[in-house]
């Protein structure tokens, strides 16, 4: 029972609170955003097509680091386990992984992939 | 609401700066009772300083629309303002006091300016489609006056969606009354098009030598400020502002001192905006062909400037970094030719911007070729950085409210 008036006068205080901060607002802000106010700030210009688009991220500079970074250590951990079993075997295998990784990650570099911004 | 508790503190001000306005600009970012914004939305006053071209007068009500009501509107040297607004005009002098005036009459509500554009969109919405958007799929039609954007191949071989834009003429960051056309497909520049005005400060007859050095090295250093805010150091940019109302050859090593650290201005503008040695050269921007290495210089033909021992130019590569450092050597200069010039009066000099022999036309022209050809292809972000190492006149160190360089 106490859980429930617990729960109950949360919710009201949640209620309370809410209306409390849009009345003192005083205003319902959607209703007054003009249309200057909508656009883009750019200056005073206008553009002359829609935002409504598909924006080119450019995500392949990003997937090639992420596999260069992440996707080793998917293949790190099972290799870790079985390291001492297989001995100087899977010090090869995993260097020739390493070594073809990092051309990606040297290309990646190459691309401005790595640039801060 | 624009008020809010903050605005107890520093008066958030948007600039917006036409030519001979780039003083005030210095001189409110030395303030610290004032804080200049990048955007409207952000301001409580929005401050014109410059004259105002024609066509640039209604991009200015829109920006004048987008502060915030309650706002206000302050004129430093305004010259062509539109007939909508009432600005309360103010001197250099006495535009600090006038700004925390006009914002304390805002917090008390005893102060705004009306809407002068209509609330709503004068374009209907004309959509057809399952969402209103114009035409089947995401394709066709112009929603609101305004085509959907369309496919086009881009540089890396990808088809995608190109937005077009205008920034400018009243955006921070770009020269004075710069205007970019860009095709956007993410955030690469895949067609720019830039346009720089075509006024600006103009020769009076004879001028003092040491009047047009010191002009030099405040417009250089002005420069340097706009540069450094848009590259997001803003506290340097403060300390430059300051430098440039009042440039001394120890405030110049200092910055120069400061900015050749490691993790600084440099790490934004190394290999920005190249230009080649050929680009530069002739086009009627004698600073920027010295900064590769061109002498080109009115001064080595003035004999105004006999015995005072000009510096030869020095090639700092054709980047933004190099831009910036030609502008901190050539104003340490201008303030030792400054010093040793005494009376001695020139009147063909070779301006901060450019020989006085080349009309401000034919070196917009010039200029925004250059711009263009520097900006095409870039990411959006070095690209503004590049517009801001390339400056014009309107940009310099010229008094509001007068076009001539003072004699």
């Not at chain 1, 080793?72 to 001995?87: C, K, N, S």
């Not at chain 2, 090639?315 to 340490?332: I, K, M, P, S």
């Amino acid at each position: 029972m106490t859980t429930l008036i617990t729960i109950f006068l949360v919710l009201g205080l949640s209620v309370l609170f809410t209306a409390g901060l849009r009345t003192a607002s005083g205003t319902d802000l959607a209703d007054h955003i003009t249309n200057p106010q909508q656009r883009p700030v750019l200056g005073g210009s206008d553009p002359k097509t829609h935002a409504w688009q598909r924006f080119h991220v450019r995500y392949y500079t990003m997937t090639l680091v992420f596999v260069a970074f992440e996707m080793e250590m998917m293949f790190m951990y099972p290799w870790a386990i079985v390291y001492r079993a297989l001995g100087i075997k899977a010090l090869v295998e995993m260097g020739v992984f390493l070594v073809i990784l990092s051309l990606g990650i040297l290309y990646a570099w190459r691309e401005g992939g790595l640039g801060w911004q | 609401m624009a008020v809010t508790w903050t605005s107890a503190g520093p008066v958030p001000v948007f600039v917006a700066t036409g030519a001979g306005g780039a003083a005030v600009r210095h001189a409110l970012r030395a303030a610290d009772e004032v804080d200049l914004v990048r955007s409207p939305r952000r301001a409580c006053v929005l401050l014109v300083a410059g004259d105002v071209p024609t066509g640039d007068r209604s991009p200015l009500l829109q920006v004048h629309d987008q502060v915030p009501r309650p706002r206000g509107v302050v004129a430093v040297g305004a010259r062509g303002m539109p007939a909508e607004l009432a600005p309360i005009t103010s001197s250099l002098g006495g535009l600090v006091a006038t700004i925390l005036e006009v914002g304390s009459q805002i917090l008390v509500g005893e102060h705004d300016s009306d809407d002068v554009l209509p609330a709503t969109n004068p374009v209907e919405w004309r959509g057809v489609g399952p969402n209103g958007q114009g035409g089947e799929g995401m394709m066709g039609g112009v929603p609101y006056g305004r085509a959907m954007a369309m496919t086009a191949e881009g540089s890396d071989g990808l088809t995608l969606d190109r937005l077009y834009l205008t920034l400018g003429p009243w955006l921070p960051g770009l020269p004075s009354g710069c205007r970019l056309e860009v095709g956007l497909q993410g955030d690469v520049l895949e067609e720019a098009s830039v346009a720089y005005p075509t006024t600006g400060p103009t020769l009076a007859g004879q001028v003092r030598v040491a009047s047009v050095e010191q002009l030099r090295a405040r417009t250089l250093l002005g420069w340097l400020a706009d540069l450094t805010d848009t590259a997001g150091l803003p506290a340097l940019a403060r300390r430059v502002s300051r430098l440039a109302l009042d440039p001394t050859p120890e405030g110049v090593d200092a910055v120069r001192r400061r900015l050749d650290r490691r993790w600084g201005l440099p790490v934004a503008t190394d290999g920005v905006g190249h230009l080649e040695r050929d680009d530069v050269t002739g086009c009627g921007l004698g600073w920027l062909a010295r900064s590769r290495g061109v002498d080109e210089d009115a001064r080595r033909d003035d004999r105004a400037y006999d015995g005072l021992e000009l510096a030869a130019p020095t090639d700092r590569g054709g980047d933004v970094t190099g831009r910036w450092r030609t502008w901190l050597d050539e104003a340490a200069e201008a303030l030792r030719l400054a010093e040793a010039a005494e009376d001695r009066t020139t009147d063909r000099p070779e301006l901060p911007w450019g020989s006085a022999a080349v009309t401000v036309e034919d070196r917009a022209v010039a200029h925004a070729a250059l711009a263009t050809r520097a900006v095409s292809g870039a990411e959006l972000g070095r690209a503004v950085l590049t517009l801001a190492s390339l400056p014009s006149a309107c940009d310099a160190d010229v008094a509001a409210s007068r076009a001539e360089v003072p004699a």
